[in-house]
């Protein structure tokens, strides 16, 4: 990874393996924390307890550091200590408030704090506002949600939140979850001279949309397979629907992965079932203009065959995709209705729920029903019936492969919080561990393909919050079953913007919300039962961003967000505005930190103050670290392509110049999708899969698919 120069300075300040931090940096974390989350006596509308809670009555600074520690890379790590070193002198301050102030930020009143806050969210230096977007994101992540459990039981109450799924099923049928196969690695075996040694026909890195179905169709063929897994196997019953628990225990990161400058979070399952467990349910079969464009453009004939539409359909049959059964919740019905009045494009959503009612708002926390057909109910259940093993709480060090790098041979990886040293040795490996871990495996493994990496797409999200006189109940009901395409063809390309909707419950209401003082931000938290989140999702033409290695090997993400992907992501905001604004609500908040929130006078968009709200959210634009952005789709890093010079593997999945090694996720995408990529990347995958079963066993085994 280069280092950058305030990585080198890191280093001097904190060391290359960073020290513990001091009592003054303990302080200074704490000032932070209680700066974002701040006692707000005299806000007498704020109700209690929530305008007293301050930051450290529920995390102290060294439970929250180590949290940090535990989630966060090396570099980024080193430095946070490093900004924190710097808070925690008076020398240090003035440094980074521009002079501004000369005391060290513990010592400082709240007003000063709130300010140097203030100042950092609105500097044109990009340093500065990653200062604030950091302790902000800390603050809202760790605070509320409840990591120590000393959050004021009342907190809830006033939110109008019911706490974890009060509909949940007390038990479900015997036969709506799967029994894996999974290999015990023992604890003894941590001291082997050498690691233990097992052999498959094939090996599959992760169990996502990806890897699931890849075991699946391996398996079916007659392979003799196993799946390893980063993460771990939750029942549904067992499901704790708490936000902290879940990303703990389902989350890349435990839910704290963010590019190395904090201007976007990342969102990725970490579990069995990967992404596809803790997912909203939207089930978008890839559109006519990305098969075209994979098609003739990137010079993929496969994409616009009948062959792949055969793919996509297989596919949706067993997931079982459908909209027979939708239930709008509020925030989706206002999409519908918003774009009926404004006269835009508006459409239902598919769900993967086998066409029954799915009114679970808590599904990004993983489905208690087990209705949502994720790869773990799916194809890993198949797999398992056709003797596929699975092995959890895996992590894979390298590929390996021969000298010259041209046959795989198998992987090496690590097992449990033990670390237990494991070979697998296999002809066929097959990537499947997502568009930031797929990329991280092949550079580790030596593969020096400058594609590698690149091309990342994610679907920038922001997002347009509005509030309404009625309780909307937000945290309830279908998450994402409405969808406008108002803005994805921008320019004539099919690059743009959609507008969807998701639910929100505590962490996710705070990471959104705006903040010019604490008392404001209380305010708008205190509405959370009134909410509707409008999702601007673009399809990122531009995609500046790469995945590297961090020092320990783990990947690092680069992201800037685009002039011309930021102009449709404003467009995408502009057009959630006016949705909100002529169904009612009483006030809209974009997630611009330099747009006011507004308080329309009707519900009439053409009103002068609505209009020049409009036109501000349009002028301002979507710029880095100036708007909070989140990405639950990561895309592209290891793309299919025609030739090694434009992209990682052959039209076949296959690495170029490596038998045996085949990438089959969504890093195999040549562009973004522009839809929720779940079909997408089952559908691609699958037709890797059946391509493998050929290589292996001739095209005459069957496997046509």
Same mark, same amino acid.
């Given at each position: 990874?280069?280092?950058?120069?305030?990585?080198?300075?890191?280093?001097?300040?904190?060391?290359?393996?960073?020290?513990?931090?001091?009592?003054?940096?303990?302080?200074?974390?704490?000032?932070?924390?209680?700066?974002?989350?701040?006692?707000?006596?005299?806000?007498?509308?704020?109700?209690?307890?929530?305008?007293?809670?301050?930051?450290?009555?529920?995390?102290?600074?060294?439970?929250?550091?180590?949290?940090?520690?535990?989630?966060?890379?090396?570099?980024?790590?080193?430095?946070?200590?490093?900004?924190?070193?710097?808070?925690?002198?008076?020398?240090?301050?003035?440094?980074?408030?521009?002079?501004?102030?000369?005391?060290?930020?513990?010592?400082?009143?709240?007003?000063?704090?709130?300010?140097?806050?203030?100042?950092?969210?609105?500097?044109?230096?990009?340093?500065?506002?990653?200062?604030?977007?950091?302790?902000?994101?800390?603050?809202?992540?760790?605070?509320?949600?409840?990591?120590?459990?000393?959050?004021?039981?009342?907190?809830?109450?006033?939110?109008?939140?019911?706490?974890?799924?009060?509909?949940?099923?007390?038990?479900?049928?015997?036969?709506?979850?799967?029994?894996?196969?999974?290999?015990?690695?023992?604890?003894?075996?941590?001291?082997?001279?050498?690691?233990?040694?097992?052999?498959?026909?094939?090996?599959?890195?992760?169990?996502?949309?990806?890897?699931?179905?890849?075991?699946?169709?391996?398996?079916? &063929?007659?392979? #003799?397979?196993? @799946?390893?897994? !980063?993460?771990? %196997?939750? $029942?549904?019953?067992? +499901? =704790?629907?708490?936000?902290?628990?879940?990303?703990?225990?389902?989350?890349?990161?435990?839910?704290?992965?963010?590019?190395?400058?904090?201007?976007?979070?990342?969102?990725?399952?970490?579990?069995?079932?990967?992404?596809?467990?803790?997912?909203?349910? &939207?089930?978008? #079969?890839?559109? @006519?203009?990305? !098969?075209?464009? %994979?098609? $003739?453009?990137?010079? +993929? =004939?496969?994409?616009?065959?009948?062959?792949?539409?055969?793919?996509?359909?297989?596919?949706?049959?067993?997931?079982?995709?459908?909209?027979?059964?939708?239930?709008?919740?509020?925030?989706?019905?206002?999409?519908?209705?918003?774009?009926?009045?404004?006269?835009?494009?508006?459409?239902?959503?598919?769900?993967?729920?086998?066409?029954?009612?799915?009114?679970?708002?808590?599904?990004?926390?993983?489905?208690?029903?087990?209705?949502?057909?994720?790869?773990?109910?799916?194809?890993?259940?198949?797999?398992?019936?056709?003797?596929?093993?699975?092995?959890?709480?895996?992590?894979?060090?390298?590929?390996?492969?021969?000298?010259?790098?041209?046959?795989?041979?198998?992987?090496?990886?690590?097992?449990?919080?033990?670390?237990?040293?494991?070979?697998?040795?296999?002809?066929?490996?097959?990537?499947?561990?997502?568009?930031?871990?797929?990329?991280?495996?092949?550079?580790?493994?030596?593969?020096?393909?400058?594609?590698?990496?690149?091309?990342?797409?994610?679907?920038?999200?922001?997002?347009?919050?509005?509030?309404?006189?009625?309780?909307?109940?937000?945290?309830?009901?279908?998450?994402?079953?409405?969808?406008?395409?108002?803005?994805?063809?921008?320019?004539?390309?099919?690059?743009?913007?959609?507008?969807?909707?998701?639910?929100?419950?505590?962490?996710?209401?705070?990471?959104?919300?705006?903040?010019?003082?604490?008392?404001?931000?209380?305010?708008?938290?205190?509405?959370?039962?009134?909410?509707?989140?409008?999702?601007?999702?673009?399809?990122?033409?531009?995609?500046?961003?790469?995945?590297?290695?961090?020092?320990?090997?783990?990947?690092?993400?680069?992201?800037?967000?685009?002039?011309?992907?930021?102009?449709?992501?404003?467009?995408?905001?502009?057009?959630?505005?006016?949705?909100?604004?002529?169904?009612?609500?009483?006030?809209?908040?974009?997630?611009?930190?330099?747009?006011?929130?507004?308080?329309?006078?009707?519900?009439?968009?053409?009103?002068?103050?609505?209009?020049?709200?409009?036109?501000?959210?349009?002028?301002?634009?979507?710029?880095?670290?100036?708007?909070?952005?989140?990405?639950?789709?990561?895309?592209?890093?290891?793309?299919?392509?025609?030739?090694?010079?434009?992209?990682?593997?052959?039209?076949?999945?296959?690495?170029?110049?490596?038998?045996?090694?085949?990438?089959?996720?969504?890093?195999?995408?040549?562009?973004?999708?522009?839809?929720?990529?779940?079909?997408?990347?089952?559908?691609?995958?699958?037709?890797?899969?059946?391509?493998?079963?050929?290589?292996?066993?001739?095209?005459?085994?069957?496997?046509?698919?």
């Amino acid at each position: 990874m280069p280092r950058s120069a305030d990585d080198f300075l890191a280093r001097m300040l904190v060391g290359e393996v960073p020290r513990p931090p001091t009592e003054r940096e303990l302080a200074a974390l704490g000032a932070a924390l209680d700066t974002i989350v701040a006692p707000v006596p005299d806000a007498h509308d704020v109700p209690e307890p929530l305008r007293s809670l301050r930051g450290t009555d529920v995390v102290r600074p060294d439970e929250a550091l180590e949290l940090l520690r535990q989630r966060t890379g090396p570099g980024a790590f080193r430095k946070f200590m490093m900004l924190l070193s710097l808070l925690a002198k008076p020398n240090g301050t003035w440094l980074l408030s521009g002079g501004k102030f000369n005391k060290a930020f513990p010592d400082m009143s709240l007003e000063e704090r709130v300010q140097m806050m203030l100042n950092c969210q609105n500097s044109a230096k990009l340093q500065d506002r990653t200062m604030f977007v950091l302790f902000k994101g800390i603050a809202d992540f760790l605070v509320y949600s409840n990591p120590t459990g000393r959050m004021p039981a009342q907190l809830y109450d006033v939110l109008g939140y019911p706490g974890p799924d009060p509909d949940r099923p007390k038990s479900l049928p015997s036969n709506a979850v799967p029994h894996f196969r999974f290999i015990d690695v023992p604890a003894a075996e941590a001291n082997r001279a050498m690691p233990l040694t097992m052999k498959f026909d094939a090996v599959v890195v992760g169990s996502g949309a990806g890897g699931g179905v890849t075991a699946a169709t391996l398996a079916r &063929a007659g392979m #003799r397979v196993v @799946v390893l897994e !980063r993460g771990q %196997w939750h $029942k549904p019953e067992d +499901l =704790p629907l708490k936000e902290f628990d879940t990303f703990a225990a389902m989350y890349d990161r435990g839910g704290m992965t963010s590019s190395e400058d904090a201007s976007i979070s990342l969102l990725a399952g970490n579990t069995v079932g990967g992404g596809t467990t803790i997912n909203w349910a &939207a089930s978008l #079969r890839p559109q @006519v203009y990305l !098969r075209d464009e %994979w098609s $003739k453009k990137h010079g +993929l =004939p496969w994409f616009g065959s009948e062959g792949f539409q055969k793919a996509i359909d297989a596919v949706c049959d067993r997931l079982g995709v459908g909209s027979a059964a939708i239930k709008q919740n509020s925030t989706n019905s206002i999409i519908l209705e918003g774009c009926k009045k404004l006269g835009m494009h508006a459409a239902e959503i598919p769900q993967n729920t086998r066409n029954q009612p799915h009114e679970c708002g808590y599904c990004g926390m993983g489905c208690s029903r087990a209705l949502k057909q994720s790869s773990a109910l799916t194809w890993l259940a198949d797999a398992t019936k056709d003797g596929a093993q699975i092995i959890q709480s895996c992590h894979v060090d390298k590929i390996l492969m021969s000298d010259d790098k041209k046959v795989a041979r198998g992987v090496q990886a690590v097992v449990g919080p033990n670390k237990i040293p494991i070979i697998i040795e296999a002809p066929t490996v097959v990537v499947s561990g997502g568009s930031i871990h797929t990329p991280a495996l092949l550079l580790r493994s030596g593969l020096k393909n400058p594609n590698i990496g690149r091309h990342l797409g994610l679907h920038p999200v922001c997002v347009v919050l509005g509030y309404y006189h009625e309780s909307t109940k937000p945290y309830s009901g279908s998450m994402m079953t409405a969808v406008s395409n108002a803005v994805e063809n921008r320019d004539g390309k099919h690059y743009g913007a959609k507008i969807e909707a998701t639910t929100l419950h505590p962490v996710v209401h705070a990471a959104q919300s705006a903040w010019a003082n604490p008392a404001d931000n209380k305010r708008q938290l205190a509405q959370l039962d009134h909410g509707a989140c409008m999702v601007v999702l673009t399809r990122d033409r531009d995609r500046n961003a790469r995945i590297i290695l961090d020092d320990d090997g783990s990947p690092v993400v680069q992201f800037a967000i685009s002039e011309f992907d930021g102009a449709s992501a404003a467009e995408g905001m502009a057009r959630a505005a006016q949705i909100l604004i002529t169904t009612g609500a009483h006030t809209v908040v974009t997630g611009q930190r330099n747009v006011p929130a507004f308080k329309p006078p009707s519900t009439d968009i053409g009103d002068p103050k609505a209009v020049a709200f409009i036109d501000e959210i349009r002028a301002k634009g979507v710029h880095t670290l100036q708007t909070g952005l989140f990405s639950a789709h990561q895309m592209g890093t290891a793309r299919m392509a025609t030739t090694p010079a434009r992209g990682v593997t052959n039209p076949r999945g296959q690495v170029w110049g490596t038998q045996g090694l085949y990438v089959a996720d969504a890093s195999l995408f040549p562009t973004s999708s522009g839809v929720n990529p779940m079909i997408t990347a089952y559908s691609v995958a699958y037709s890797v899969a059946h391509w493998i079963v050929e290589d292996v066993k001739g095209k005459d085994s069957g496997a046509n698919m």
